[in-house]
């Protein structure tokens, strides 16, 4: 049986992140892990990042500023490659992790923008 929601975010996710990453994702899918990775697909992407209401430029600055903000920086990294595949130029993400450290804190901030530098500089940007 199709799941359109699933499916959805399927294709939401790949465009975002990217068919490395996804596929690397799911091939490292264990029976434990499977059901989160589902959730994920089905709920994130399928059901928020596919929503008309946000652009996804604005998605990713968005998450930009939420992940710098909580300090979820296993996470930056990927979404800073999402956000560049999004439209967004490093000068963008700077300005995001700027307006970070006026409401979450200079130390989130730092280490939002040395994790970006990392990622730019792979990317060559």
């Keep these: 049986m199709s799941d359109p929601v699933y499916e959805a975010g399927m294709a939401v996710r790949r465009e975002v992140l990217g068919d490395q990453h996804v596929d690397r994702a799911l091939e ?3 029976e434990f892990t499977a059901p989160f990775q589902e959730f994920i697909t089905r709920y994130a992407w399928g ?3 596919a929503r008309e ?3 996804r430029r604005t998605r990713s600055c968005v998450t930009l500023a939420l992940l710098a903000a909580l300090g979820r920086e296993n996470e930056i990294g990927m979404h800073v490659r999402a956000a560049l595949r999004n439209g967004l ?3 963008e993400i700077a300005e995001v992790f700027l307006q970070t450290a006026v409401y979450a804190g200079v130390p989130a901030a730092n ?3 040395a994790l970006a530098q990392q990622v730019l500089e792979e ?3």
């Design 89 to 91: 130029e490093p000068a």
């Design 28 to 30: 490292r899918s264990t």
């Design 53 to 55: 209401g946000l652009d």
């Design 123 to 125: 990317e060559g940007r």
């Design 111 to 113: 280490s939002a923008f």
């Design 47 to 49: 059901s928020v990042w």
